[in-house]
DNA sequence: CAGTGGTCTAGACCACCTC
DNA sequence: AGGTGGTCTAGACCACTGG
């Protein structure tokens, strides 16, 4: 067998006022950072645990859902708790919209895929119209309806994203925007080529927790946050002609930029 | 009293497959989104939850237990779970590093906060020589001994930030840069005062839920994450000058970044 | 089948807050 | 003092996984 885990667990200090459950969690995230448990590790059960700490199962659960919601460890039902394996992770790059990926007829997500070596798929396309929700028309500048694509991403089979994009109806109906299949180079590509010479993309970063649709779409784990990030294109008239609201996971992205020192 | 909220909860499903805890906080999730329930309201205590669903009180403590790490909710000891309220965020925008702010006099932290309007403070400053963490010297390109510089940013009294910034020693020892107190402008003003022309930033962004040492230095609530920010700064030799790695409460802040569609 | 985590019960005592 | 949430116990039954 592999070297006896829970037998070098730090004891309990009876005489801390630190409650069991967390002592117990500190043991366990110690032998962790000191990679005594490395990822994908399995962890001494909870009931090795209770024989180890001598306390009742429900403190030892106590102490494995604190590691969860730090996103340290994943419980797998039937299976064990396993030290959580860290994603690959992708990199956004500033130049991400930058024309000359469009015009290699690349949609940006594709080209951010395959320059990481990821094979990337987009599924769960809806295409309809309908009227912005209230933060979109802010961005947009108007509350008339607007055509709204909303797909989810993946890579390499897992989901990572899911994104909604609006475009004002004015710009966008009867044109290939509004088809399921937007062409090359993606409907930025098409926005062009519809006389809306893109200038530049205002980009809005949060992070919070998900909501359980999302953690639904994005099968995400216990512990991981999202990234929401609302993306508003301007042409070179100055005109919003584009929203995305985009929600990632966010142990899978890393997000780049580059800002001037002007 | 108040409307009675209690009674006004759905009811649980007893032929669902889906769990009584869950159930119950649905429906607590659902009177939140609804507005029946309103920032900083008081959600019924868990004896009156125990009472109208007719369960045991872990049940209720694990359906609230999963409100919070939702980041929906705020236990607070011998009061109540409340609505959690949304803390004003604040923004911080591309140009945050522009040299017109440095001309000014101000450090960016300090930029930022006032053009919001809210008060900044700074504590816990540390200055001190060491070797730079590998990620950091990875980026300045050297592994090379670096003048670190830790801090903490409050906001109205929150702590909302902390930030370590590394220099090379060979840029930062012996001048201002090395005292507690920068001087006007910051460490980046200094750093063009001893001629490294600062030509652009990289910024990476990643978020995760925080360590517990991070969730002690910035008081985060359950079900805050973290924003993680490496900003690598560089001179017009196109030297790596500086590295500053700062961990943000998410909810507190907006990062908005400008990208060019060239 | 045995081992694992998931859910739930029915209590107990404690620490904190407000009145 | 009385209400609130925080911790802990000692059980029970269930669902999933693997050999």
């Not at 500048?141 to 797909?151: E, F, Y």
């Amino acid at each position: 067998m592999t070297t006896d885990v829970v037998g070098q667990l730090a004891r309990l200090d009876p005489t801390s006022d630190r409650a069991v459950f967390r002592q117990i969690a500190d043991s366990l995230r110690d032998a962790i950072e000191r990679g005594r448990l490395g990822e994908g590790d399995k962890l001494p059960s909870e009931a090795q645990l209770v024989n180890h700490f001598g306390v009742a199962r429900m403190t030892v659960r106590n102490a494995l859902q604190l590691l969860q919601t730090e996103g340290l460890v994943i419980a797998e039902h039937g299976k064990g708790v396993f030290v959580r394996p860290r994603p690959p992770v992708r990199r956004l790059a500033s130049d991400r919209f930058a024309r000359r990926h469009r015009k290699q007829g690349k949609a940006a997500f594709i080209a951010e895929a395959e320059q990481a070596g990821v094979k990337p798929e987009v599924d769960s396309l809806v295409v309809k119209q309908e009227a912005p929700p209230k933060e979109i028309a802010a961005r947009l500048g108007s509350t008339r309806k607007v055509l709204a694509r909303h797909r989810r991403y993946l890579h390499e089979g897992r989901p990572v994203e899911t994104a909604t994009s609006y475009i004002p109806l004015d710009i966008a109906q009867g044109t290939q925007i509004a088809e399921p299949n937007p062409g090359p180079g993606g409907i930025y590509a098409r926005l062009e080529e519809l006389g809306h010479e893109l200038d530049h993309f205002d980009e809005e970063v949060r992070s919070r927790m998900p909501l359980p649709e999302e953690t639904r779409a994005l099968q995400l784990n216990a512990g991981t946050p999202v990234i929401h990030l609302v993306r508003t294109a301007f042409d070179t008239d100055g005109r919003a002609v584009e929203v995305c609201d985009t929600i990632m996971a966010a142990d899978a992205f890393i997000l780049g930029y580059r800002l001037p020192a002007r």
